[in-house]
Structure formats: structure tokens, C-alpha cells
């Protein structure tokens, strides 16, 4: 039963579309995460919710846009998406702020 | 502004030798530092952290990790390598000052490759 789960898998798609990756954890976590692996697999956070609350709000384009229906649920939508969008998009949850995390399987975005 | 360093993009071990892999950090506060490892198209797993208390942290498979304040570092070790830890390895800081988030600085990752 995987704890954090993330769909699509793979994303391939034009430059220009709008695109939505959604994640769902089933730990009971209060805090999840949405982090961007760039092609030189360097991890940076984008995101983070507690409690359906925004925490963390990086330097991220207003172009993408956390969505957190519940407590299990985060979803990222990214609208006009341009190529330097092209990464892996791993979703986490923790317990609380601070605790270690647990990482989806990572969602591939290609755009053409 | 907090920092986590890695200054080893790849480390080679032979099976069953001792490995270490580097990790220097620097916050304004006390550290929480973490490690993860990532395997070929998975996720970041947790292997261990330090928060306060023993030095030395023990960890899953084995990996151990010695927490250094003078020295500002956390490495990671394992007395005794096998061709499965060959993966990604990362160090990450929380700092543990008022007011966090919970926001980690991940450093830039250090490949272990280990051979029969």
C-alpha cells in the first residue's frame, strides 16, 4: 500500500498547456510538500501545506499553483508551461513541520 | 541564510569496505540535520537524523552518522559497504530556530557507487 502516491508517472506535454500532478499520502501526516529535481537531480522545496494551511511559498513562478483539498491531498497545477518547467516533481509528507519526510515516486514532466 | 554542502559529487568504495559519505552544513541556530537516499527513479527515503542528544545516530541499513559542532559536519558511514547502497545520498538542514517551517536546504548530492 504505497504511503505517498503521485499521478501522472510520466508528463509529457507542449509548452504553452496547463497541467495538474496530483498526490495523495494515506500516513495521516499533517504536512506535505511539493519539491522541484532539476536534471542535475538538485532538490529544491517549492511548496509546503500544514493543516490545508500554506507554510512555505517559495520564489516559484505565479505560474504554479498549490491546491490542498484536505489533509491528504496536495495537488500542483501549473498553467502555461514553458520548458525550463521540465523536471521531476516530488510530492512528501511528514508527521509535523520538521519531521523527517516521506517522498513520492516523483512525477516526470517533459516539455516539448 | 542556511547551507548544507556536499563536497564530494561521487565516492567508490569496494564491497565491504568502510564508506563515508561528506556533509558540512551551516544555520543560525541549532541544526536539525537529516540524511535521504534516493534510488533510480524513486523518491527520497529517510535513513536517519540528528536533533540533539548522542553524537553518533544510527540509522536504517545499517548507515550511522557522526554529528561534529565544532567541526560543523554530519557524515554519513557504514562500516561495511554493499553493492545495494550504491545510490543517491543526501544531506539536508532544517534550522531549528523560532518561527520554522520545517524548510529543509538539501545539499547537492553525492553518488556512492560500490563494486563487487
Known amino acids: 500500500d504505497t504511503a505517498v502516491s503521485q499521478t501522472p508517472k510520466y508528463l509529457v506535454t507542449q509548452m504553452g498547456n496547463d497541467k495538474s500532478i496530483k498526490c495523495e499520502q494515506n500516513l495521516g501526516h499533517d504536512t506535505m510538500y511539493w519539491y522541484k529535481q532539476d536534471s542535475k537531480k538538485f532538490l529544491k522545496i517549492m511548496f509546503s501545506?500544514?493543516?490545508?494551511?500554506?507554510?512555505i511559498n517559495e520564489t516559484v513562478p505565479n505560474r504554479f499553483s498549490p491546491k490542498s483539498p484536505d489533509k491528504a491531498h496536495l495537488n500542483l497545477h501549473i498553467n502555461s508551461l514553458e520548458l525550463g518547467d521540465s523536471a521531476v516533481y516530488f510530492c512528501?509528507?511528514?508527521?509535523?513541520?520538521?519531521?523527517?519526510?516521506?517522498f513520492g515516486d516523483g512525477t516526470r514532466l517533459s516539455i516539448l | 541564510a542556511q547551507s548544507v554542502a556536499q563536497p564530494e559529487d561521487q565516492v567508490n568504495v569496494a564491497e565491504g569496505n568502510p564508506l563515508t559519505v561528506k556533509c558540512t552544513y551551516s544555520v543560525s541556530g541549532n541544526p536539525y540535520l537529516f540524511w535521504y537516499v534516493q534510488y533510480p527513479n524513486r523518491g527520497l527515503q529517510f535513513l536517519l537524523k540528528y536533533i540533539t542528544g548522542d553524537n553518533l545516530v544510527k540509522g536504517s541499513y545499517g548507515f550511522e552518522a557522526e554529528f561534529n559542532k565544532s567541526q560543523t559536519s554530519f557524515h554519513l558511514k557504514k562500516p561495511s559497504a554493499l553493492v545495494s547502497d550504491s545510490a543517491l545520498y543526501f544531506c539536508a538542514v532544517r534550522d531549528g530556530g523560532s518561527g520554522n517551517t520545517g524548510k529543509l536546504i538539501f545539499g547537492q548530492g553525492t553518488t556512492l557507487q560500490v563494486k563487487p
Open positions: 512528501a509528507s511528514s508527521q509535523m513541520l520538521g519531521q523527517p519526510q516521506h
Open positions: 501545506y500544514n493543516n490545508k494551511e500554506l507554510i
